[in-house]
C-alpha cells in the first residue's frame, strides 16, 4: 500500500484514455466520473480534503450532471463502447500501451535527470495526521478567496451572473 | 511525488489530443475539454498543497468556476446545433452556421 497514490495515478491516466478514444459519450462520461473520483483521492492524499469535496461537489456533481442531461437528450439508439468499434479499442489499447511502457520505464531505475528516488515516503505521507497542525492549508486558502481575494470573487460571481444570459440568448439565436 | 505530476500532465496531454480529433459525435469534444479542466484542477491543486503556499489554492478554485462558464456556452451551442440538426454529429456541420 505504499504506493496506492501512484497506482490511483496511473488509474487516473486510464480513465482519461478511456473517454479520449471516443465512444459513445455516455460511456465518456462514465469515464469522466471515475477519472474525477481518482483525482480527488489524489488530492486528498496530499491533505486537500476541502479540494477534493469541491470535485465532488462542484465538478461532478454541477458540471457532469448537466452533462448527464444533454448526452442523454443528444444521443442515439446503438451507443457504441469500447469494445464494439474497432476504432475506439485500438486507440483505448494504444493509449493503455503508452502508459504500460510509461510505467515500466519509472520503475526500472534511478535517472540521472530526474535525481528523485521513488522510494522516498515524503511524497506519500498524508498531512494532517499528527493532530499537531493549527492551519489547514486548504481551508484557509479557500476562506482567504472571501478576504484577499475579493476582487476574484467579485470578477467570477459576475462572470458566472453573465454567463447565464449569454447562455439564454445564445440559445436563442440571437447572437 | 514528480511521477505522479507526469501522470498527471500525460492526462492533460490525452485529453487534449481527444479533443483536437473530431469522431462522430461534437459532445464527445466537450467531454474532452472537461477532462482538461479536470486535470489542471488536479494539478493546480496539488502544487499548491506540496509548496505548502495556502494561499495560491485560490486558483483551482477559480479554474472551476471559468470552466463552469465555458460548459455552459459549449453546451447552449450544442443545443442549438441539435436543435437544427437532430444529432450533434460532425459531418453534419457544413455551413459554417448553426
Known amino acids: ?175 | 511525488m514528480p511521477y505522479i505530476y507526469i501522470n498527471i500532465i500525460l492526462a492533460f496531454v490525452i485529453s487534449l489530443i481527444g479533443t483536437l480529433i473530431y469522431r462522430s459525435h461534437l459532445i464527445s469534444s466537450l467531454l474532452c475539454l472537461e477532462g482538461m479542466i479536470l486535470s489542471l484542477f488536479t494539478l493546480n491543486a496539488l502544487l499548491s498543497l506540496n509548496i505548502n503556499f495556502a494561499l495560491s489554492t485560490i486558483v483551482p478554485l477559480i479554474l472551476l468556476v471559468f470552466a463552469a462558464c465555458e460548459a455552459a456556452v459549449g453546451l447552449a451551442l450544442l443545443i442549438i446545433i441539435s436543435n437544427t440538426y437532430g444529432l450533434d454529429y460532425v459531418q453534419n456541420l457544413n455551413l459554417l452556421q448553426c
Do not use: Q
Request: proline letters at 2%; charged letters at 10%.
Open chain 1, 1 to 175: 500500500m505504499m504506493y496506492v497514490v501512484f497506482i490511483m495515478s496511473v488509474l487516473y491516466v486510464v480513465g482519461f484514455i478511456g473517454f479520449s478514444s471516443k465512444p459513445s459519450p455516455v460511456y465518456g462520461g462514465m469515464s469522466l466520473v471515475v477519472s474525477g473520483g481518482l483525482g480527488c483521492g489524489i488530492v486528498m492524499s496530499s491533505g486537500g480534503s476541502f479540494l477534493g469535496l469541491v470535485v465532488f461537489l462542484v465538478y461532478l456533481g454541477g458540471m457532469m450532471v448537466v452533462f448527464g442531461y444533454t448526452i442523454a437528450m443528444a444521443t442515439e439508439e446503438y451507443p457504441e463502447t469500447w469494445g464494439s468499434n474497432v476504432v475506439v479499442l485500438s486507440a483505448f489499447l494504444v493509449g493503455l500501451l503508452m502508459e504500460v511502457f510509461m510505467v515500466m520505464w519509472l520503475f526500472s531505475g534511478e535517472h540521472e535527470l530526474v535525481g528523485f528516488y521513488f522510494s522516498g515516503l515524503e511524497g506519500l505521507m498524508v498531512l494532517g495526521e499528527g493532530g499537531f497542525e493549527y492551519v489547514r492549508e486548504d481551508y484557509s486558502g479557500g476562506a482567504s478567496l472571501y478576504s484577499y481575494g475579493f476582487w476574484f470573487l467579485a470578477m467570477a460571481g459576475w462572470m458566472l451572473f453573465v454567463s447565464i444570459f449569454i447562455t439564454i440568448e445564445v440559445t436563442r439565436k440571437r447572437y
